[in-house]
Nanobody, 129 residues
Framework: QVQVMESGGGEVQSGGSLRLSCTTS????????MGWFRQAPGKEREGVSC????????VYADSVEGRFTISRDNAKNVLYLQMNNLTPDNTAMYYC??????????????????????WGQGTQVTVSS
């Protein structure tokens, strides 16, 4: 079973920044697409940003593009989400996930179990006004 763990969440004022990190138990970390997702109270889980194994052609939700940046360091087996200019509507539990097997390059970022099977427990991000 693949273990996934997020870190870096916390409370920040509007306009501030946070960087989330994600690690997995996989030895072949660099072979799989990964993604960041979030869920706010009373809302469905949504995709924030996803990235291909080679780090190319990342996909972002319209609401975060230009403020959030996804990246991966395959040498260190770490996935990052840099979040800048945060606003209160970014408050949510943020989850990291990875696919069960390599597929063709991703072009969408949705919490679909067919693509992302292994999930972390989440890290809370709270943005105050």
């Amino acid at each position: 079973q693949v273990q996934v763990m997020e870190s870096g969440g916390g409370e920040v004022q509007s306009g501030g920044s946070l960087r989330l990190s994600c690690t997995t138990s996989r030895l072949s970390f660099s072979a799989y697409a990964m993604g960041w997702f979030r869920q706010a109270p009373g809302k469905e889980r949504e995709g924030v940003s996803c990235i291909n194994p080679d780090g190319k052609s990342p996909v972002y939700a319209d609401s975060v593009e230009g403020r959030f940046t996804i990246s991966r360091d395959n040498a260190k087996n770490v996935l990052y989400l840099q979040m800048n200019n945060l606003t209160p509507d970014n408050t949510a539990m943020y989850y990291c996930a990875t696919e069960p097997s390599p597929v063709a390059g991703i072009t969408i970022c949705v919490p679909d179990s067919k693509l992302f099977r292994y999930w972390g427990q989440g890290t809370q991000v709270t943005v105050s006004s």
